[in-house]
């Protein structure tokens, strides 16, 4: 069975810098493309960042220079780095998988972890 | 970057009713549309990909389709479990770009 648990979060002041982690079971996530998204309370949807089978990587431009996603094979774990956070950056973070490589519609999704950037 | 203009933003339906939640794409994406479904405090949840597949164990009441660059989910008799926010979601190009949603409610 997939499932994807994503750990990390808490209250942070503005500048500072939280690691997420996004622990995943039943599939690899060297094997497929996998994404953050965001959620800022009450609003949508916000595509953040990608890293793709092949390890190349791509990101929102209101992150970009500041968040970086990696993973780590061995422990089949997806983190995002964020840096500089600023207020706006507050949402509740999902980690997701897509189905198959080369789609990028995402098809198991974690319960997300709440950012809160505030002083 | 391209723009996802989703209508209505909220919706008042029955139990039984015929739903249509509409998405216009700002450029051509192909058919490379899904939708998702969102309860209060959830995950989102895949419904339908590539405009019109119906993602396994989603209820054939839950449909899409597309005429250019206008993308339909159609949810042909509302069920309880149904009152939830959906989204669509492009992903012709990166950066993915979402629809700003449409809620569901209890009429």
């Known amino acids: 069975e997939v499932q994807l648990v994503e750990s990390g979060g808490g209250l942070i002041q503005p500048g500072g810098s939280l690691r997420l982690s996004c622990a995943a079971s039943?599939?690899?996530?060297?094997?497929?493309?996998m994404s953050w998204f965001r959620q800022a309370p009450g609003k949508g949807l916000e595509w953040v960042s990608v890293i793709y089978n092949g390890g190349a990587t791509d990101y929102a431009d209101s992150v970009k220079g500041r968040f970086t996603v990696s993973r780590d094979n061995f422990k089949n774990t997806l983190y995002l780095q964020m840096n500089s956070l600023r207020a706006e950056d507050t949402a509740l973070y999902y980690c997701?998988?897509?189905?198959?490589?080369?789609?990028?519609?995402?098809?198991?999704w974690g319960q997300g972890s709440l950012v809160t950037v505030s002083s | 970057d391209i723009q996802m203009t989703q209508s209505p933003s909220t919706l008042s339906a029955s139990v039984g009713d015929r739903v249509t939640i509409t998405c216009r794409a700002s450029?051509?994406?192909?058919?490379?549309l899904a939708w998702y479904q969102q309860k209060p405090g959830k995950a989102p949840k895949l419904l339908i990909y590539?405009?019109?597949s119906l993602e396994s164990g989603v209820p054939s009441r839950f449909s899409g389709s597309a005429s250019g660059t206008e993308f339909t989910l159609t949810i042909s008799s509302l069920q309880p479990d149904d009152f939830a926010t959906y989204y669509c979601?492009?992903?012709?190009?990166?950066?993915?770009?979402f629809g700003g949603g449409t809620k569901v409610e209890i009429k």
């Open positions: 590539t405009t019109s």
């Open positions: 039943g599939f690899s996530v060297s094997s497929i493309y």
């Open positions: 997701a998988k897509t189905s198959i490589v080369g789609y990028s519609y995402f098809d198991s």
């Open positions: 979601q492009q992903y012709n190009a990166y950066p993915l770009t």
């Open positions: 450029q051509s994406i192909s058919k490379w």
